[in-house]
């Protein structure tokens, strides 16, 4: 039974990650937790996006959609209502759903490249959109929250952490159970997958959907951490970017992966920046050299090496 | 074998813009019965096969499973009303063990069970046990050798329990030991009451397992039968061979020449499949050499190791120099143009502009020179020089292709089945202009063809390349009395 005892072996790994991450607010500058804490749900938004592009197969340009659909009907609720903040975070995962949903539907009919376009295009209409209704949207300035998830930030940094925790336990979870392995088929060879008898088309439907959740959730959630919502840090094509380079760079279908990738991204985004203008060419630069001769990514390498021996 | 056939096709039809792939198909499978469905590339057999699983939705006709019409579902329902597929090529789950490959297709289509149902271990064990998969059902299908993989299309086939088995090319790439166990899986089909449709080019490879067989050209039904009388049939003596064999005394004195193409021992993996074993030839300068060979003999494998296409071992010299390590594009400035069996036209251009690109690299005068020469060895492409390629008719577009393999003005002339879905009047007007070709020029031509009628007479030698291995050489005159009853 080689898969159970990796599979244990995987659980005290990950246990043990999780109870350092949470104690390192005891050694860690409130600076450098802020920084972590980004970086965990830049985590959730690259693990969601990994589940659609590593298994299902389908390239999304646009994560920004979904997560900027949960953040900003987190944030615009917040203002005109003041419900309190989890009503907010869920309702925005709800709208990202259903926006990931309304897009999805009509999207995967296309073949080819033309759903990653669909999902490129979606960002700019959303973009849009928020500039155009500035009015209730704050614009191209974005909007601050009246409320937030808390002022110390290691509260926020362990909310963020057991939330990074939950979401990679069941996103796991879903890619190693049946669901993840029709997945996985129905991403390599959709034509055998039709014949064999599955319902290709629903399963990506659900593998959007499911992605729409987590990246919402986490947008939502990062707008409460940051008390402020705006398209430059939650939209722009840009983030969107860096979420997909995040997830290859990592490891492709491993969803772990992407976490890895995330933190390591945001971590040195961080570092170099006393390079300047430089800093971003740095970064970009070591992930496309990790595309170009670690096409598996970080986490990927390491398996695969594992799966020869 | 009586009773309602378990499948019944009737009137199938596509069409593919304005090429009918399938026109009025019929057939009837009974429980327990193997259906072979054969026809050289292009006869539409496989589109057939996918009009039945739902793969192409066809234009009209019935698809009757036990008297159900399926016809125009979509695949994944047609799987779960009862018939499967064993692909020949796929893509398996390479993260998963290949037990966990079978397991796959024991899955309910269900976004509510996370988990595998009890049992389903079991299952996909004993199907691994059936195909001859137990020894190896841990390991990732990367490392298992490529008659191993084809096993496991067959187990997950199975693991779905059709009533109707479809078998895209079952032994090919297999070796002699590996299809008779390939063909008692099959024959376990027939046993358990299955209804098993295999589809392949030739009757040869299937012929001792098949209780009938359906031969299909340019989309109908020619002939109907046992193996024995299909083989024998008139339509399809003609359709794979072309008719009598006819020989025509060649020019002899091109032999004498230095070789411009020399092959030594080159071999082709695809994958795990051997497409190429061991193969040696020779074409001499102003030779016209024709290798003849069915449908997936490895023809078109030769031919994309010569043009650079594809990787493989052993020595290729052009002009007495290795071709090793030179890109497909240097191949081709040296003077080596290959005509693709796909032709691969450029569809949305014209004539003309398809020519002027084959001439690109060619100093303007010369280019005219070239083109006028062209049109009047194909006098049908100057009427059509402004029309759009995609518009052509099949023969049109053969000569199209050929005619811009030529505007690269090259030293040998490689064609790759020519023949190809053409009628037999087409046939003739092509055959007229290589013949017109070899007198008006001292090219050297290498032709790949399964239509031994029209690869023989321009030849000055013929090689016959059989299951990726050369197996005769020899003049034309005498491949029709040695081969030429062996060949079908």
């Not at chain 1, 203002?79 to 925005?92: F, K, S, T």
């Not at chain 1, 040195?268 to 970064?283: D, K, W």
């Amino acid at each position: 039974m080689p898969a159970r005892i990796l599979r244990s072996r995987l659980l005290w790994i990950g246990i043990g990650l999780v109870v350092l991450a949470a104690l390192l607010p005891f050694w860690l500058s409130a600076y450098l937790l802020g920084i972590l804490t980004a970086a965990y749900y830049f985590g959730v938004f690259a693990m969601a996006w990994d589940l659609l592009f590593g298994f299902a197969g389908e390239v999304n340009f646009g994560p920004t959609f979904l997560i900027g659909l949960g953040a900003y009907t987190g944030a615009i609720l917040d203002n005109q209502w003041g419900p309190p903040i989890p009503v907010c975070i869920l309702a925005g995962a709800a709208v990202a759903v259903l926006g990931g949903l309304l897009l999805a539907l009509p999207a995967l009919r296309l073949r080819g490249p033309y759903f990653g376009l669909v999902t490129l295009v979606a960002v700019l209409l959303l973009q849009n959109a928020i500039v155009i209704f500035a009015g209730v949207t704050g614009g191209e300035i974005g909007m601050t929250v009246p409320d937030v998830l808390s002022i110390d930030a290691t509260v926020n940094y362990w909310y963020a952490l057991a939330f990074l925790a939950v979401c990679a336990v069941i996103l796991f979870g879903l890619s190693r159970s049946a669901i993840g392995l029709i997945l996985q088929a129905s991403g390599q060879d959709a034509v055998e997958a039709q014949a064999l008898g599955f319902n290709v088309t629903k399963h990506k439907l659900a593998a959007f959907c499911i992605s729409a959740l987590f990246s919402g959730l986490a947008g939502a959630m990062l707008v409460f951490y940051e008390g402020a919502a705006s398209v430059d840090t939650v939209i722009d094509i840009s983030i969107g970017v860096q979420v997909i380079i995040a997830a290859v760079l990592g490891g492709r279908r491993t969803i772990l992966g992407a976490v890895l990738g995330a933190i390591f991204l945001i971590l040195a985004t961080e570092f170099l920046r006393p390079l300047g203008q430089l800093n971003t060419f740095v970064v970009a630069a070591v992930a496309l050299a990790v595309i170009l001769f670690w096409p598996d990514g970080l986490l990927g390498y390491v398996l695969r090496r594992g799966e020869r021996e | 074998m009586s009773g309602e056939p378990r499948l019944q096709v009737r009137g199938l039809v596509k069409r593919f813009g304005g090429l009918v792939a399938v026109n009025g198909i019929d057939l009837d499978i009974r429980p327990g019965e193997i259906l072979g469905l054969i026809g050289p590339n292009g006869s539409g057999k496989s589109t057939v096969m996918k009009l039945i699983m739902g793969i192409e939705r066809p234009d009209a006709g019935a698809v009757r499973l036990d008297g159900v019409d399926l016809a125009g579902r979509p695949p994944h329902r047609i799987a779960r009303s009862g018939i499967g597929i064993v692909f020949q090529h796929s893509r398996p789950l390479h993260r998963q063990t290949v037990l966990e490959n079978i397991k796959l297709a024991l899955l309910p289509d269900s976004l509510l069970r996370l988990a595998a149902a009890p049992g389903v271990d079991e299952r996909a064990r004993a199907i691994a046990e059936r195909v001859g998969l137990g020894a190896v059902m841990h390991r990732h299908p990367s490392t298992l050798p490529f008659a191993d993989l084809r096993r496991m299309e067959m187990a997950k086939a199975i693991a779905r329990d059709p009533r109707v088995v479809l078998v895209d090319e079952p032994f090919a790439g297999l070796t002699g030991g590996e299809v008779a166990a390939f063909s008692e899986l099959i024959r376990g089909f027939r046993a358990e009451g299955r209804a098993v449709l295999l589809v392949d080019h030739n009757v040869k490879s299937v012929a001792a397992l098949v209780d009938r067989v359906l031969a299909m050209y340019l989309g109908e039904r020619i002939a109907e039968g046992t193996a024995d009388e299909v083989m024998r049939d008139e339509t399809v003596r003609r359709v794979y061979l072309g008719g009598k064999i006819e020989a025509v005394a060649q020019r002899a004195a091109a032999a004498a020449s230095a070789p411009l193409l020399e092959l030594d021992e080159v071999s082709v993996l695809y994958g795990k499949a051997q497409a190429l074993d061991k193969v040696s030839l020779r074409v001499h300068e102003g030779e016209f050499v024709s290798i003849v060979g069915l449908n997936g003999a490895g023809k078109t494998t030769l031919f994309n190791a010569v043009s650079g296409l594809v990787p493989h071992n052993g020595a290729i010299r052009y002009a007495g120099k290795s071709l090793a390590g030179m890109t497909a594009g240097a191949i081709a400035r040296a003077g080596i143009a290959q005509c693709p069996e796909t032709r691969e036209l450029f569809g949305d251009m014209s004539v003309r502009e398809n020519l002027d690109l084959g001439g690109q690299h060619l100093p303007r005068q010369s280019r005219a020179r070239q083109l006028d020469w062209l049109l009047e060895l194909f006098p049908i492409l100057k009427e059509r020089a402004s029309q759009m390629a995609r518009t052509l008719s099949g023969g049109e577009q053969q000569m199209l292709a050929i005619a811009r393999a030529l505007m690269m003005q090259p030293k040998l002339l490689i064609l790759d089945e020519p023949t190809l879905g053409l009628a037999p009047v087409i046939l003739e007007l092509l055959s007229k202009a290589l013949e017109r070709l070899r007198q008006s020029t001292d090219i050297t031509v290498l032709l790949g063809e399964q239509n031994v009628t029209f690869a023989l007479p321009h030849a000055d030698r013929v090689y016959l390349l059989e299951h990726a291995r050369m197996l005769w050489e020899g003049p034309p005159a005498r491949f029709a009395e040695e081969m030429g009853t062996g060949y079908l």
